[in-house]
Each structure stands twice: as structure tokens, then as C-alpha cells.
């Protein structure tokens, strides 16, 4: 029986972790793209003594610097002929402005931009694997509502604003793969995860604290929240529903803005222009 080669980011915490176990436990060699090797490593270990699956590999990839981006994705395709799942998991609010070493505000760097790049590069790989592409978004793209001349400087920070745009890109980022790449095999997802108690908000401050804060009685567990993602990685016969987004393992519907095709262009073009030269 043929081994699955699943890649998934953001796997040391929450939803990711969850999504490895389950993957781990269903024989899975994994391919866990970290920034913080040491926690990969722990993680590691950890997935082999209680699922006894060996074929566990970790990568150093930092999503918000698009060399290391460019770095593991080249270390994947030195290792690998294929790539049947790509689990584009990782993500984050912040809560003041911020830019990345690269100079993009950091959730559109973390939340898309660094995904994007990942994805793209791995595209022969992925080809190859008649791979799924399973984009972890957000019922949060509701609150999208994007300028794209002012994404990188906005005139008032807004970490929700931000937020909702990077899970609407998500989106976006879904459809193009479905249009661009759906005649060479590779299907793409996207998934509201629901609203989950994980470290997400550890960093956050003031208002936001105070409203995650609340919430967190009312959230579900990381390992119900992988749910979505799991089905998407292992459910048979798919591919009649390539492009499209998921909530409780169902398709359901998104907001109208995600449907704006002009505005899905325009991220499209405007990711390969900023990810173009670190591509090799």
C-alpha cells in the first residue's frame, strides 16, 4: 500500500498538532514545516511514542521570512519525488502594526504571503501527487475587506481588519489553485475551523485579550477543530468539490466578497510579484 506524503505548517501547537496525530496515527509520513526546530523535534518524538508512526521529518521554515520559505521548499524537493497533501495551517493575529523582515505587514506575510510562495514552489511536487491542498481559513473572512494599495501601510491598523483579510486571501488563494492547477489533478480546500481554545491569543493585549478571553468558554478543542482538515486530507472522492469551502467537514457557504474575482486576481498577481525573486 502506496505511504501518503503529507506536509503540514504550523504543527507544534493547536489545530496543527491535532491534524498530526490523526495523520500520524493513519500512517502518514510527515513532513512538519517549523520555525522553532526544537519544539519540532519534541513533537516528533512525541508522535512516535504514542502513534509508533518513524516516518516523521521536521523542516525550519519561518513563514514570515520568505528565504527560509524558499529554503525548506528546496530541502522538500531535494528529498521528495511527491507531495500527496499540503496542509497550509499556520497562522496569527498581532496586535500592533507590524512588518516582517521582509517588509509586509505580518499577518498578510504569515497568514498568506509565506503560504503562497510555499505552495507555488512546491507545485511541481504537488503535481505530481495528484496532491489536495488544504487551506486553513476562518468564518473571520466576513470581515474582509481589503485595499490593496494600502495593505503594507495601512492609514489605521486594525489586527481584526487584518486578520479577516488574510482568511479571506485564503480563499481567494483556494479558487486560483482550483482554476490554475484543477486540469493537472491538484485539488485545493479551504475550512473554517471554528472557533478554537488554542495559544492563539497569548500574545494579545487591551480589547482583543479581553475578547478572547470571553470567548474561551464558549470554544471547542484543538482536536475538534482539526476535524475539518483531517476529512479534507483523507476523505475519498473529492475532487467534484475542488475550489471549495468547509465547515464541520461540509461544504457551506462564504461571504459574498469572497466571490469578487477581481479582487482574486489581484492577489494572485500581486503574491508572485512580491514572492518572484526568491523562487529558485
Known sequence: MAITTTVITGATSGIGEATAFALAKKGHALYLLVRNVLKGEELKQKLFEE?????????????????SVAK?????????????????????????????KDGFEMTFALNHLGHFLLTTSLMPLLEKGHARIINVSSDMHKMGKPNFDSLQNPEKYSAMKAYGN?????????????EKYGEKGVTAYALHPGAVKTSFNAKLKGFLKLFFSLATPF???PEKGAETSIYLATAPKLETKNGL????????????????????????????????????
Open 51 to 67: 502513534t509508533g508512526n518513524k516516518n516523521i521529518n521536521i523542516i525550519n521554515c519561518d513563514l514570515v521570512d520568505l528565504a
Open 166 to 178: 488574510s482568511k479571506l486571501f485564503n480563499i481567494y488563494f483556494t479558487k486560483s489553485i482550483e
Open 245 to 280: 469551502y468547509f465547515y464541520k467537514k461540509k461544504v457551506t457557504k462564504t461571504a459574498p466578497v469572497a466571490s469578487d474575482v477581481n479582487a482574486r486576481n489581484k492577489l494572485w498577481e500581486m503574491s508572485e510579484e512580491l514572492t518572484n525573486k526568491f523562487i529558485v
Open 219 to 221: 470554544m471547542i478543542t
Open 72 to 100: 525548506a521548499a528546496n530541502e522538500l524537493k531535494e528529498k521528495l519525488f511527491n507531495i500527496h497533501i499540503l496542509i497550509n495551517n499556520a497562522g496569527g493575529m498581532f496586535n500592533d502594526f507590524t512588518l516582517s
